[in-house]
């Protein structure tokens, strides 16, 4: 609705999954960094932490986009609150396998297991490597189902791991795979993403609105200094946060977001709470 009112070419404080999107914060560029180390070298599986709205999809998202398509085959799981079978069912599926039973009483670790090791080893064979992807993966409540994920990391050919884990999640992630020890031991790289400070939210929002068309800016350093102060540095806050305001400038004709309409936004805004 403000895009024209604005010189916009689209919006720029949509929650998607563009990596044009991605602010490359120096944490984030560091944390895609040691993600494509992992995935680039075969070291077997990384985990990225974060609280709820940090980015980690949206990186995460980015790390696949970059790869060579050609040579990469990719399962992204976003539900995994699931048994430690049916978690391996959607592994299967999502790597292209078929004809996969729907019955909980037909299915089996073993049947889905040799179904997973035999897409590896074609891959393999094709010169493809394999990434498998369990984003939220904090929800996972069946320990068997941690203990499925660390076998699946067994599937080595002479020196090299058929497949990179990337497990994703809100920070008690950490503390769960704190007690699943031989999993633990698996982890080659972990990072943990935090808030934006008050210059990168700064740069952010501006940022945003260049990949949207408008290189001007908007937010004046008081509306800025309110962003900051009730999003916490979350981007997920802070792209609810400017929406709304930039939705609450346009309606009163006024090209430029300041601190009272942030404040205005927020006070409308049930996630603040």
Known sequence: MYKEFFGLKEEPFENTL??????????MTEALSRLQYVVENRKGSAVLTGVYGCGKTLLANTLVAGLNQRNYQTAFITNPQLTSVELLRAIARHLGAGNLPHN???????????????????????????????DEAHVIADLNAMEELRLLLNFQFETRFLLTLLL??????????????QLLQRIAISFHIGPLSYEEVASYIVYRLGVAGVERQIF???????????????????NNLCDLSLLLCSARNSQVVAGRIVEEAAATSFWLA
């Open 104 to 134: 909980l009483n037909e299915m089996s670790t073993d049947y889905f297991l040799e179904i997973i090791e035999d897409i590896l080893i074609n891959n393999a064979k094709d010169g493809r490597d394999t990434l498998i992807i369990i």
């Open 168 to 181: 994703m999640g809100q920070p008690e992630l950490s503390e769960k795979i704190s007690k699943a020890k």
């Open 220 to 238: 004046n350093a008081e509306a800025i200094e309110v962003v900051y102060r009730m999003s916490g540095g979350i981007p997920r806050r802070i």
């Open 18 to 27: 563009d990596p044009r999107f991605l602010y490359r914060s120096s944490q």
